[in-house]
């Protein structure tokens, strides 16, 4: 009995499935400054992974922006993910309330030339964040 109505709240109260924000793959020092930037730029926000928004019905079209992030990843001149370069969506949460971003970091590089020159680049490691609209029920 008390399992039943247990989940009947659950599944009243929406019972989103949040997949985890993990590091999968590329520069780890990249990942983790992109991260740093997000929770400066949106504080006290829950990091999950893009591929939740297959199970949350509360954002319009979710299934849609799932297939179109899923295409870009498939193109990997778009999105790098090796020692140069880190790129994914993340999926932020708050109070019930999403927003979901898109970053992409270039790790400052350094290249020999032909004469055995080392050659930096001018910039330090840069990331760029961008919100992504989403429509929430």
Same mark, same amino acid.
């Given at each position: 009995?008390?399992?039943?109505?247990?989940?009947?709240?659950?599944?009243? $109260?929406?019972? &989103?499935?949040?997949?985890?924000?993990?590091?999968?793959?590329?520069? @780890?020092?990249?990942?983790?400054?992109?991260?740093?930037?997000?929770?400066? @730029?949106?504080?006290?926000?829950?990091?999950?992974?893009?591929?939740?928004?297959?199970?949350?019905?509360?954002?319009?079209?979710?299934?849609?922006?799932?297939?179109?992030?899923?295409?870009?990843?498939?193109?990997?001149? /778009?999105? @790098?993910?090796?020692?140069? /370069?880190?790129?994914?969506?993340?999926? *932020?949460?708050?109070?019930?309330?999403?927003? *979901?971003?898109?970053?992409? $970091? &270039? @790790?400052?590089?350094?290249?020999?030339?032909?004469?055995?020159?080392?050659?930096?680049?001018?910039?330090? &490691?840069? $990331?760029?964040?961008?919100?992504?609209?989403? *429509?929430?029920?």
């Amino acid at each position: 009995m008390l399992f039943a109505i247990v989940a009947v709240f659950f599944i009243a $109260c929406g019972g &989103d499935k949040l997949v985890k924000f993990e590091y999968e793959k590329g520069n @780890k020092e990249l990942f983790e400054k992109a991260n740093n930037l997000i929770k400066e @730029k949106y504080p006290n926000y829950n990091f999950y992974s893009w591929k939740s928004l297959e199970n949350i019905s509360s954002i319009q079209e979710a299934k849609y922006k799932m297939n179109t992030i899923e295409d870009k990843f498939s193109d990997q001149e /778009y999105f @790098k993910n090796d020692e140069e /370069y880190y790129s994914n969506y993340i999926l *932020l949460e708050k109070n019930g309330r999403y927003r *979901l971003i898109k970053v992409k $970091c &270039d @790790k400052a590089y350094s290249d020999t030339n032909a004469f055995g020159v080392k050659i930096k680049s001018p910039d330090k &490691d840069k $990331c760029e964040i961008m919100e992504i609209p989403i *429509l929430q029920k």
